[in-house]
C-alpha cells in the first residue's frame, strides 16, 4: 500500500476507494467475524465499516496508517454491535454459533483448520488481540489505537493468548 493510493483516496479518486475497499476487506470481514461470531453480522458490518471510511476518508489525516485506522472502525463497529444486541436481548452472542470464522479463507489443509478452530476458542480478549497482531499484522502501538487498551496490557494478553494457542495444540482440544 503506497500512500499515493491513500492521497488519491482522500481527493475522491473512485478507483483508489475501490482499490482499498478489495484490498482489506476479507481482513475487515475476518476482524468483525471474530469479535461478532456471525457470518452475516460479520458482512452488515464490514459494509457499515467501509461506508463510515467512505464517509470519512476526506478527514483522515495520514497521522496514523490506513489500516489501523480502518481496523480501529471495524472494530468499534463490531463492540458496538455487541453492545446493542445486549442491550436489546436480540440474541445471546456466546450462543452464537462458533463455526471456524476462517473458513472461507481456508487452505483446506487440517493442520490450519485447527489452528484457526483452536483460536475461536480464546476469549474474545485474547482472540482479538491475536488475530490483529497475526492475522492483520499490527503492533502492539496499532493495537492500543484500535482497542484503547494500554501496550502492556495488550503484551500479558498476547502472552496469555500464545500460552493456551500452545497449550491446546499440544495436548488436544
Known sequence: MNSNTITKAISGDSEA???????????????ALGIVKNR?????????????VL?????FRNESKFTTWLYKIVYN?????????KSTNFSDIDS????NFFC?????????????????????DERNIIMLFYLAEKSIKDINSITGLSNSNIKVILHRARKRLYEKLNNGL
Open 17 to 31: 476507494l475501490s482499490f482499498l475497499i478489495n484490498e482489506y476487506k476479507d481482513i475487515a470481514y475476518n476482524i
Open 40 to 52: 452475516e453480522d460479520a458482512k452488515d458490518i464490514t459494509q457499515e465499516s467501509f461506508l463510515k
Open 55 to 59: 464517509e470519512n476518508i476526506k478527514g
Open 77 to 85: 463497529q463490531s463492540i458496538q454491535f455487541i453492545q446493542k444486541a
Open 96 to 99: 452464537v454459533s462458533t463455526n
Open 104 to 124: 472461507e479463507n481456508s487452505t483446506g489443509e487440517d493442520k490450519y483448520l485447527e489452528l484457526y478452530q483452536t483460536i475461536d476458542q480464546l476469549e474474545n
